[in-house]
């Protein structure tokens, strides 16, 4: 029996603030209302509906614990609350900025984890950043799993990592690395030995980024998941589908239950 955690990532609801009026070149705009938006209540509506469809584990984006706004007694509420609905947060989504001009938003940042009780963090990251963010990695004994984005090949990722494998590692984004025409299982096997995290995603097609249903694009999920299981990976894995006009909820349930039969996977129940 394969052995991961399969978890909800909760920037599929970047949308959710517009009532699914948005897209992929409006990001930044949705993100700015989910913030702005964003009480208890709504995160206790989130945690729900990801639980009612059957996850246990979740990535939690800035979205819902941003920085700025994040406080001790705060961070106690957003606890309280996943762990009613029965939720594990395993990794904490956000954007580190630019570390070398402005190290205080990254500090934010590893304070928010910190706060949280979250134990690795998921951003992307430059290869001039990285000495920065090691320097904070050690200081909170917090992990960073570098995405790509922009990066058309896993070496660049690589470089990012360099010397510091111990607390940095990769965060293989799927639909990234097919978006900029790079074979996703590939990378995944590329990158097998600093990989740290897997956001699973699918995508229309090659030179745009934009998010599917998983098997309704053009990244080949089944083969993603056999080299996954072929370099025995068993950390956790991220359903991701940043869908812009309507709710993704019952295209991740599906997904969930398809990774989950691909796998054969009993998952990790965490306390």
């Known amino acids: 029996m394969f052995h991961l955690i399969i978890g909800f990532h909760t920037a599929n609801y970047f949308a959710r603030a517009t009532n699914y009026q948005a897209s992929m070149a409006t990001w930044a705009e949705a993100e700015r209302k989910v913030i702005e938006n964003f009480s208890l209540p709504e995160f206790d509506r989130i945690c729900r509906d990801i639980a009612a469809v059957g996850f246990q584990h979740i990535e939690l984006w800035m979205g819902h614990a941003f920085p700025k706004f994040m406080t001790p007694y705060l961070a106690d509420e957003l606890k309280s609350i996943w762990k009613k609905h029965g939720l594990y947060v395993y990794s904490y989504s956000c954007s580190l900025g630019d570390p ?41 004994q917090i992990k960073v799993a570098v995405e790509n984005h922009p990066e058309k090949h896993p070496d660049e990722i690589k470089a990012v990592i360099g010397d510091y494998g111990d607390l940095m590692g990769a965060a293989v984004d799927t639909g990234w690395f097919s978006t900029q025409g790079f074979s996703a299982s590939d990378a995944i096997r590329e990158l097998q030995d600093v990989l740290f995290h897997i956001h699973l995603k699918d995508v229309s097609e090659v030179g745009e980024h934009n998010p599917v249903a998983l098997g309704s694009g053009i990244v080949d999920i089944e083969e993603c998941v056999k080299t996954l299981k072929d370099i025995g990976y068993n950390q956790a894995l991220s359903i991701e589908q940043e869908t812009g006009k309507y709710n993704p909820t019952k295209d991740c349930a599906i997904a969930l239950n398809r990774v989950g039969k691909m796998l054969n996977t009993q998952v990790k129940i965490q306390p």
Request: with cysteine; aromatic share 12%; proline share 5%.
């Open 100 to 140: 070398v001009r402005y190290p205080k938003w990254a500090r934010l940042c590893f304070e928010t984890a910190e706060m949280l009780g979250i134990e690795m963090i998921t951003s992307g990251l430059s290869k001039e950043a990285a000495p920065v963010i090691y320097a904070m990695c050690t200081e909170y």
